[in-house]
């Protein structure tokens, strides 16, 4: 059974800094490119950042100079350290594993969630 965990979220002032942490489990962790995503409330969810499964990443613009995506695979764990935090990165952050092939996605797993407030 695969999981996806995540946690680190909670709230934070504006400026402060978390880092969410994503455990996975019953994958083969460093054969897939891991992602973080957001959902804030009313929007439609969003890319943050991705890791390719040979350590490539990519940032969403609205975060590129703030997070950093990081990936142990003897842990089979993604890391996003968020710096500088706005109230607008208010979201719940999700964790992604997929994998691809040719351009198509033969795989593609989701964690629950975890909330991120930022209070201005």
């Known amino acids: 059974q695969v999981q996806l965990v995540e946690s680190g979220g909670g709230l934070v002032e504006a400026g402060g800094s978390l880092r969410l942490s994503c455990a996975a489990s019953g994958i083969i962790f460093r054969i897939y490119d891991m992602g973080w995503y957001r959902q804030a409330p009313g929007k439609q969810r969003e890319l943050v950042a991705v890791i390719s499964s040979g350590g490539s990443t990519n940032y969403a613009d609205s975060v590129k100079g703030r997070f950093t995506i990081s990936r142990d695979n003897a842990k089979n764990t993604v890391y996003l350290q968020m710096n500088s935090l706005k109230p607008e990165d208010t979201a719940v952050y999700y964790c992604?594993?997929?994998?691809?092939?040719?351009?198509?996605?033969?795989?593609?797993?989701w964690g629950q969630g975890t909330q991120v407030t930022v209070s201005s």
């Open positions: 992604n594993a997929q994998r691809l092939r040719g351009g198509v996605i033969l795989t593609d797993y």
